[in-house]
């Protein structure tokens, strides 16, 4: 298992916990969907229909949280491209999801985002090996009524790797399962295990439930997806500003949220997802990376650790088009949710996660390479003391360059070899300078020509166009 | 619904990744004691060999090689001081080292200075020296200033002179720099004792510490020696900061090159607390990994990283305080 940080006290996380199943029993959720009320009544839940507001008892909840896996395996096309959720898992990327513009980092421009570049977001994913799943994006050359199907089928098309299947609608996330059955074969296939995709159940801070996220649950429950859980609170917004509020609020709608998700489907494989913004008191902006959401991180990371739920968070940065802020926050964020032990990171989200970028994509992913080999330490052994080999080489050449010692050591002792950063002295460097973002966009142009995503069967692919037609024709008006 | 108080209430005032057990930490330290007492260092200088001799470890004069036993080498850990206090010549930029509290500093002895007006790469100047140190003195986060690079139109038999008198002159947070040698650490601790106004005034507040650096594979040289036994003598504290290079200058193992590191240092700690016990040392750390096909010190590494964790996790083991590597 590798080292990872751990920030608060065993009391300080409990206080969270608690602080959060008092919530839920004493203020409840707000929710309308009569199905799930009676679901949740039936199961143990108090419901007050004049109030709309469904309250949980503790012992409800935490039987809810020991029916959701600690560990579950996330699907993709094929079981090479597999990963494991979890709390003791290696990192994972998801990549930037929802965006609706594509950032240039190299070049310094914007532009609405395309199906080819949400087709580009999925290809190079499948070429970066610390990318578990990829975002659906918002495309603007996409009927508004259908951009989500589209996305789809653009990530479907181009990636092997497991999907974010966001959704605008339960209606529309018909369209998009049967996508995915129809590269799967079957739905009872999808409901065993392979099915390439996980959902997204979402409640509007503070503690809200819409109808229609409740019809969503039940669609991705059918289809045996597993649902991230976002809490997107807004420190200062829409949840308290202090961090532990906030901790308590988030808290407390995530485990709302996994009370429905069991009561739908007992053992629904859940995500909590710390989404967390700060609300810049003096500009009234939105800030995604702030030095206190990632105290929070690191508190959630705990927290799901004591509930046994696997956790997931965001790199996403608030740093526009600037490359530079971009890069900082990008390895903050990175190196330090990788540390607390979090299996999956949000990334190459920019401006709030308004934009994606493929460079940011690029280096995130060479980030975690770099915070991995950290985290691998160092073997400590008779071997590797190497005390007999500083015996002969102090009092002998004393250099290890042609020790024997090294010559025994060096595959298995390899140093990292990075694909974008160089250690070149500055003499060499001036000879031919190069920048980061420009090194970055060499592997990107390197990805797009020289990677190959094996097509779909051509049978599979008319299936899917005919679905987005079928999808056009009902939804657009 | 009423919250009584707590009774007592454990607090957590940070957090830190669990890297290495006590058991791995146990191993570089006793591999270390082989190492010392088996092979032996290399001491160059005949004062420091005579220091070690009359203390009792097994000396070649002829190689000039000093075998230490596990007995001086822990000795001298116990009575090194666990806690440090640095003086600003300011005292709101006082700063104490232990345990494992984090503090930040410059870093040093850059040989090249990138102009921040023209771009132009080029050796660095006095002016250099001064305009890094006040810098240095604005940021708040920058907790001591080691000078950030060396005068190179001087004369360099004295050029760290030039330098103590350029960052003296330009900040009043606490200096870190190294001599070179004991006759330009004699001539700083007298400037620092001018501006303190006495000896005993600047050992009340001491301003400035030495740093040196064994010469890996496990050589204290003359150099290193001298400023070692000046600043023991002085009451100044000396970071002993080895900068061993993974596959080159050290074992291509990680845990061989921290062996390394750990009986450089440790030898340097022993000399500084045989020349006078208790005196102020810190442990320090520029060691990193090779790059095998470049031929360069790869700092900024992951392996760089690695191993100023272990340095630091080392040094709390020791209860010493320690200086690593940054980026």
């Known amino acids: 298992m590798p080292p990872f940080y751990e920030m608060y006290t065993t009391e300080e996380i409990t206080k969270v916990y608690d602080a959060a199943l008092e919530v839920l029993d004493n203020v409840g959720m707000e929710m309308t969907h009569q199905g799930a009320l009676e679901m949740l009544s039936g199961a143990g839940a108090r419901v007050d229909a004049a109030k709309k507001r469904v309250y949980f008892p503790r012992d409800m909840v935490e039987k809810a949280l020991a029916l959701a896996p600690e560990e579950f395996t996330c699907s993709g096309r094929t079981e090479a491209f597999d990963y494991q959720a979890g709390l003791n898992v290696d990192a994972r990327i998801r990549t930037a999801s929802g965006a609706i513009d594509r950032f240039d980092l190299y070049r310094d421009t914007t532009a609405r985002l395309t199906c080819a570049d949400i087709a580009e977001q999925a290809h190079i994913s499948d070429a970066l090996g610390n990318v578990g799943c990829v975002g659906s994006l918002t495309p603007s050359d996409a009927p508004n009524e259908t951009y989500d199907i589209y996305s789809l089928r653009a990530l479907i098309e181009n990636t092997r790797k497991n999907l974010w299947v966001l959704t605008s609608s339960s209606v529309n996330l018909q369209y998009q399962l049967k996508m995915l059955e129809a590269v799967f074969g079957s739905k009872k296939a999808m409901q065993e295990g392979r099915n390439q995709g996980s959902g997204i159940f979402c409640v509007i801070s503070p503690l809200t439930i819409t109808d229609d996220e409740i019809e969503r649950a039940m669609l991705y429950a059918d289809y045996g997806l597993p649902v991230k859980v976002p809490i997107t609170t807004l420190m200062g917004g829409n949840a308290p500003y202090t961090m532990a509020g906030i901790l308590a609020q988030a808290t407390a709608e995530f485990m709302g949220c996994t009370t429905i998700l069991q009561t739908i489907k007992p053992g629904m494989p859940v995500w909590y997802y710390a989404l967390f913004q700060s609300l810049d008191m003096a500009t009234g902006g939105v800030q995604y990376t702030s030095a206190e959401l990632q105290a929070l991180f690191a508190a959630v990371a705990q927290v799901s650790r004591h509930c046994k739920t696997p956790v997931t968070t965001t790199c996403t940065t608030s740093s526009s088009c600037q490359a530079q802020q971009t890069i900082f926050n990008l390895t903050q964020g990175t190196l330090f949710n990788t540390m607390l032990g979090v299996g999956e990171q949000g990334g190459s989200g920019l401006d709030g996660n308004n934009a994606y970028s493929p460079h940011s994509l690029i280096l995130q992913n060479e980030i975690m390479d770099y915070s991995k080999r950290i985290l691998r330490k160092c073997d400590i052994n008779h071997a590797t003391l190497g005390v007999d080999a500083i015996a002969q080489v102090a009092m002998g050449k004393k250099e290890y360059v042609s020790a024997l010692h090294t010559m025994k050591h060096l595959r298995t002792e390899e140093r990292f070899r990075s694909k974008l950063f160089n250690y070149i002295g500055s003499k060499q460097w001036f000879d031919n300078p190069t920048t980061l973002m420009q090194r970055t966009d060499e592997y990107l142009e390197k990805l797009k020509t020289g990677h190959e995503v094996p097509p779909l069967e051509d049978h599979v692919l008319k299936e899917i166009d005919d679905i987005v037609k079928a999808a056009d024709k009902a939804l657009i008006k | ?327």
Do not use: W
């Open chain 2, 1 to 327: 619904m009423r919250r009584n108080s707590h009774a007592g209430k454990a607090l957590n005032g940070g957090f830190g990744a669990p890297l290495f057990t006590d058991d791995e930490l146990e191993d570089i330290h006793l591999a270390t004691l082989e190492v010392l007492e088996n092979t032996g260092v290399f001491v160059e200088d005949p004062e420091a060999f005579e220091i070690f001799q009359g203390a009792g470890a097994i000396v070649d004069l002829d190689k000039k090689i000093v075998k230490l036993p596990p007995y001086m080498v822990e000795e001298a850990i116990q009575s090194a001081p666990s806690k440090l206090f640095l003086a600003g010549r300011d005292p709101k930029n006082d700063v104490i080292l232990e345990s494992n509290r984090v503090g930040f500093t410059t870093f040093g002895e850059g040989v090249k200075v990138r102009d921040p007006y023209t771009g132009e790469l080029r050796s660095p100047t006095k002016q250099d020296v001064s305009n890094a140190a006040k810098l240095a003195d604005a940021m708040d986060e920058v907790d001591v200033y080691e000078r950030a690079v060396g005068a190179h139109e001087v004369p360099q038999a004295v050029g760290q002179l030039h330098n103590a008198e350029a960052s003296f002159n330009n900040t009043s947070k606490h200096l870190f720099m190294g001599p070179f040698d004991g006759y330009q650490l004699e001539k700083i601790v007298e400037m620092a004792t001018a501006i303190s106004g006495s000896k005993e005034k600047l050992l009340e507040r001491p301003l400035i510490t030495f740093i040196t650096c064994p010469v890996s594979p496990l050589k204290l040289v003359k150099d290193t020696c001298e400023v070692i036994m000046g600043a023991a003598r002085s009451g100044m504290a000396v970071n002993i900061l080895s900068m061993a290079m993974s596959g080159g200058s050290s074992p291509v193992t990680l845990a061989g090159t921290l062996v390394n590191h750990n009986a450089e240092v440790l030898s340097g700690i022993v000399l500084s607390q045989l020349t006078c016990k208790g005196a102020k040392v810190i442990y320090g750390s520029s060691t990193t990994a090779m790059d095998l096909r470049l031929a360069t010190a790869s700092v900024g590494s992951p392996e760089c990283a690695m191993i100023s964790g272990a340095v630091a996790r080392l040094a709390r083991y020791y209860a010493l305080p320690s200086f690593v590597a940054g980026g």
